[in-house]
Nanobody, 121 residues
């Protein structure tokens, strides 16, 4: 499975941005798709995750209520809608595929190349 993240860019603080993660290859319904992010000089951190079947979602506390992970039934991509962004959201965002419901990066086998989100004040 190959993943490709896109949609990053420059956004003003308080604004919104929508990231997409497109997957090629077969994904089973119990596959877990997650978004992580990595800011300069910091470790990669969990943002949000969902099952490919869209049954449930889970968020990091820092983005709860601001970000939404979703996938339209008829469409492949998994989206990350980012609202009310702030400077701490500046990072390279990665999508990843795993088989376990986990917030740990090492539980994920396949990673996209990352897309940069920069929040300006």
């Amino acid at each position: 499975v190959q993943l490709q993240a896109s949609g990053g860019g420059l956004v003003q603080a308080g604004g919104s941005l929508k990231l997409s993660c497109a997957a090629s290859g077969r994904l089973y319904s119990n596959a877990v798709i997650a978004w992580f992010r990595q800011a300069p000089g910091k470790e990669r951190e969990f943002v949000a995750l969902t099952r490919w079947s869209r049954e449930s979602t889970y968020y990091a506390g820092s983005v709860q209520g601001r970000f939404t992970i979703s996938r339209d039934k008829a469409e492949n991509p998994v989206y990350l809608q980012m609202n009310t962004v702030n400077s701490e959201d500046t990072a390279v965002y990665y999508c990843a595929r795993g088989s376990r419901w986990s917030t740990q990066p090492n539980e994920y086998n396949d990673w996209g190349q990352g897309t940069l989100v920069t929040v300006s004040s």
